[in-house]
């Protein structure tokens, strides 16, 4: 497999495809969800709402907090996550701009 070379794109670009990539999964989306819905940190009723295994939930929580989607506190012996407002408005901005500007610069293609 060839090596990537990211650090030819700008950073706007690198960081909407690590978003993108963070998105890329219907578990993640389902966490995000999950976390949207109830607006506060969520610690281990996250298993309790998905069809998935600790572990699992574990290894889509760890994307998503690399990804800078969701930040995590540790409370006691668990950790409670929560939206990344600064991070998810970032991201908001980034994918808004990338399908906005299909219809700004909009003429028939085929």
Request: glycine share 6%; aromatic share 8%.
């Amino acid at each position: 497999m060839g090596i990537a070379k990211s650090e030819e794109f700008t950073v706007k670009d690198n960081n909407l495809a690590r978003f993108a990539k963070a998105l890329a999964h219907p578990a993640r989306v389902a966490i995000l969800r999950l976390l949207i819905k109830r607006a506060a940190c969520i610690c281990g009723d996250i298993v309790d709402e998905l069809p998935l295994s600790q572990s699992t939930v574990s290894q889509h929580l760890k994307e998503l907090k690399e990804a800078g989607l969701i930040k995590g506190e540790i409370e006691g012996v668990r950790i409670c996550y929560c939206i990344d407002e600064e991070a998810w408005s970032q991201a908001q901005t980034y994918i808004n701009e990338l399908f906005g500007g299909y219809y700004l610069n909009r003429e028939s293609c085929c």
